[in-house]
Each structure stands twice: as C-alpha cells, then as structure tokens.
C-alpha cells in the first residue's frame, strides 16, 4: 500500500500536500538550472566551451534530469548501474557512472544494460586492469561497448590512480579490449566540494587540475586520445570551468541546494544558486506554557538524513532541539512565526542527496498551487 501513496494531486493547493513531503519551488529550481549554464557559458576558455553533465544522485528522478538537458547539459552521471537504469530507460541517452564496477554480477548487469540500449553512450570509471578485463568480458557475453573514464585520485583518497605513469599502463589495458573505448579522465574531488573557504578549494582544484594536465599529457604522448577531462560539484565548478584543463562538470546539488552548502564561503562573481527543495511536514504536537514552547513535526530520522546535520527550519525563530525516527522538535529561540497545530512548516534538508533518496516523489508546486508530481525512479538504487 505504502508505494501507492501519493502526497498531492495536481490542482492541490501547497497547504493541502500530505506530509512528510519533498516539495520543489520551481520557480527557484528553474532559475538554479539557468544560472549555471549561463555561468559556464561566459567563463568557458575562449574557443573551448566546457560541457555541464550535471550529477543525478542529487535528485534521483528522471524529470528533472530531462529538465536539465533541456536547459543545455550534456547528459548526466550517475553512481550506480541500477541508478543508470531508470534515466535510460526515459530517454536520457548519455550516462556516465562516476564510480567503479566491480564483481562479475554488477559487470553483467553493466554489459546487459549497455546491449539494452545500443543507441545510448554508457560510460564508467575504472583504476584498476583486472576490472577492465572483466568489464571487457562481459561486453563480450553481452554484445555491447562500453566508454571508459581513468579514475584520478586527485586527493580524495577513495580511489583512482595517483601517478601518471599508473594512468598510462591502465590505458593500455583498456585499449587491449575491442568492447572498450577509452574516453578521458574522471578527475572529481569530492572533498574539496565542502572546504569552506574558496582560497582552501582553489588550492585543492588547483593540485586536481595539475594531475589531470600531465595525466592527459602522458596519455597523448603515448599515442592515446584523451578527450574529456571531466569532474566538479556544487562547490568548485567555476574553477574547473575557467582551468582550461577541464572539459566537462559534473555539478549535482546546485539545482535544489541545501543547508551544508549553504554554509560554503560564496565568490561575489560566481552564481548563487537558491534553495529550492524542501521537506514540507506538519505540525503534531504543540506545547506553549512557563516550562516549554515547543512545536514537534511529523518528520525525523525517515524523511532527512543528519550525516551533515538535521534539516533546518525555512524561517526564523525556532532552531531544531532533537531529532528522532519520526520526529523533530523544534524550539522558539528568537522572533519568528508562530506554529498552531496542523500548521506546515518547511524544512531545509541538510544533505540533498541522501535526503531525496528517503523518499518516492517530488511535489512540484509554483505559485503556492501543486504543478506536477514526480516520481523518484532511483531511489534506493544500491546495486
């Protein structure tokens, strides 16, 4: 029964959305979409225009993915076959997995997926020649081709290669197999997204875009074509864009935004992207005496993530006094709106991507009026 609830019908005015429910201003997610592409736009190197495939893991949902190309991107990446599978089979025709494959089961299901639709480019990343030769394999079985990113670790120490000559003896693996097609580099650091100040992320994309020059020149020298450099989030991508090194982003989070980045120093000339996803939830319990005013909501641990702290209210006056599997209180702490019981409330979610995935659909609303209702069509996508 659960996977049959719907929290709004089209026409629904935003105060009759059943609740806990993700809710997408899209007046504010259609300007984050014109922002950035008109950012890369304009700081692209002369000459050279940087693409924009921006990261589905952010939004799971196959709409706003079609909403993004449309608006100018690429195509999209994702982290997981089983997340790729959705967007292809809704006519997103060029995925790349950000990730590594590995294990003749997801290798399988790689190469079948890639057969299944031959007409749609599927890349992923690799650091590793045994997983190469194994990818290689399964195309075999499956008939298919597959696109190949070397994985640079550029400073994240969660995978890739870290020196130059490494990138150059997995590209000769790679090129030992006719069912693989070198593509370029994956130099994505993850890290750096999150540095708070911009001097801290210039210097870490710096470092990235240094290997990712001499990887690209050794590969070239080699005698191997090296045609995208591609990486960035939410927090770097205009100085990957103006790198001259790079030739793809990958930005995620900068469509519907959240509290973590929220707190990143902002560059005056970069674009500032507003929220625009929020956690509607309806006030359950209100108390208002000497000892307590308090207003507990109906949502917790199952509607939001916390790994970067709890969802925060969308207005003043209250801050979040704890968190529980159903539940948030929160407290008066200041001037603000006063809460009622059935009131409903916005939150901000904390982390966007983790959040989404709690979730089965996305209410869009403009104008304070239910617009469309999305599904989340790769939501717990593990595999």
Not at 70 to 75: H, I, M, N
Not at 153 to 165: E, F, K, S, T, Y
Not at 259 to 282: C, G, H, K
Request: some cysteine; glycine content about 8%; hydrophobic content about 45%.
């Amino acid at each position: 029964m659960n996977d049959q609830w719907i929290p709004a019908r089209v026409g629904d005015l935003l105060s009759d959305v059943d609740t806990p429910a993700l809710i997408l201003d899209l007046d504010k997610f259609e300007a984050n979409l014109a922002r950035l592409m008109s950012a890369i736009h304009a700081a692209s190197p002369q000459g050279r225009s940087v693409r924009v495939r921006p990261h589905a893991k952010s939004h799971k949902c196959v709409e706003i993915a079609r909403r993004q190309i449309a608006a100018g991107a690429t195509g999209i990446c994702c982290q997981k076959t089983s997340e790729a599978e959705p967007f292809l089979a809704g006519g997103i025709a060029d995925v790349l997995i950000t990730n590594e494959v590995v294990g003749q089961q997801k290798t399988s299901r790689l190469a079948q997926l890639a057969a299944s639709y031959p007409n749609a480019t599927l890349g992923v990343c690799v650091d590793d020649a045994r997983v190469a030769t194994e990818l290689a394999r399964a195309c075999q079985r499956a008939q298919s081709h597959l696109d190949i990113y070397i994985e640079l670790d550029v400073g994240h120490d969660r995978a890739g290669i870290a020196d130059v000559a490494g990138v150059v003896a997995l590209a000769q693996a790679v090129a030992a197999h006719s069912s693989l097609t070198l593509r370029g580099l994956q130099a994505y650091f993850g890290n750096a997204q999150h540095l708070r100040s911009i001097g801290e992320r210039k210097q870490a994309i710096a470092t990235a875009a240094s290997l990712a020059r001499s990887a690209q020149a050794a590969l070239i020298a080699a005698g191997f074509a090296c045609d995208v450099i591609t990486g960035a989030g939410t927090g770097s991508f205009m100085l990957e864009t103006t790198s001259g090194v790079y030739t793809e982003i990958q930005p995620g989070s900068y469509a519907l935004m959240d509290v973590d980045y929220a707190r990143n120093e902002q560059e005056p000339n970069w674009p500032a992207f507003e929220q625009s996803l929020f956690i509607m939830t309806t006030v359950m319990s209100r108390r208002k005496d000497a000892h307590s005013d308090r207003a507990t909501l109906d949502a917790g641990l199952k509607s939001f993530s916390t790994d970067s702290g709890p969802a925060q209210p969308a207005f003043a006056g209250w801050q979040v006094r704890g968190v529980s599997d159903e539940h948030t209180v929160l407290q008066r702490h200041g001037v603000g709106p006063e809460l009622a019981l059935g009131d409903k409330p916005l939150l901000i979610p904390g982390h966007i991507d983790p959040t989404v995935n709690l979730h089965d659909w996305i209410v869009a609303v403009r104008n304070n009026r239910v617009e469309a209702v999305w599904p989340i069509e790769a939501r717990g996508a593990l595999f």
